[in-house]
């Protein structure tokens, strides 16, 4: 089991960029692939970005492809996403989640959740 945690989040003007963590917890980390989600008031959760478990492989939401980036440092038990040039569309609740299984962007694919952080990007 991992717990994870989400910080970073924040009112951003559009254009601007924000870098979101999550922190998990316990020693296997590494051997979850990581994805991030958002869900926007009145919308289902959609898949921003996933990691494989090396970092090697990325995957992005065709909504910011090009304009976000996933990372990860194992030694520091820390997934992230980089947002670059935000727009107003932008605006949810971001989460981090864990999963074992490498290459499905459905949420019901993921096991663990973060409480999620704040984005609000304005016009």
């Known amino acids: 089991q991992v717990q994870l945690v989400e910080s970073g989040g924040g009112l951003v003007q559009a254009g601007g960029s924000l870098r979101l963590s999550c922190a998990a917890s316990g020693r296997t980390f590494s051997s979850y692939a990581m994805g991030w989600f958002r869900q926007a008031p009145g919308k289902e959760r959609e898949f921003v970005a996933a990691?494989?478990?090396?970092?090697?492989?990325?995957s992005y939401g065709d909504s910011v492809k090009g304009r976000f980036t996933s990372s990860r440092d194992n030694a520091k038990n820390t997934v992230y996403l980089q947002m670059n040039s935000l727009k107003p569309e932008d605006t949810a609740v971001y989460y981090c989640?864990?999963?074992?299984?490498?290459?499905?962007?459905?949420?019901?694919?993921?096991?663990?959740w973060g409480q999620g952080t704040q984005v609000t990007v304005s016009s």
């Open positions: 989640a864990a999963t074992y299984h490498w290459g499905i962007p459905t949420a019901n694919n993921y096991a663990y």
């Open positions: 990691i494989s478990r090396s970092g090697g492989s990325t």
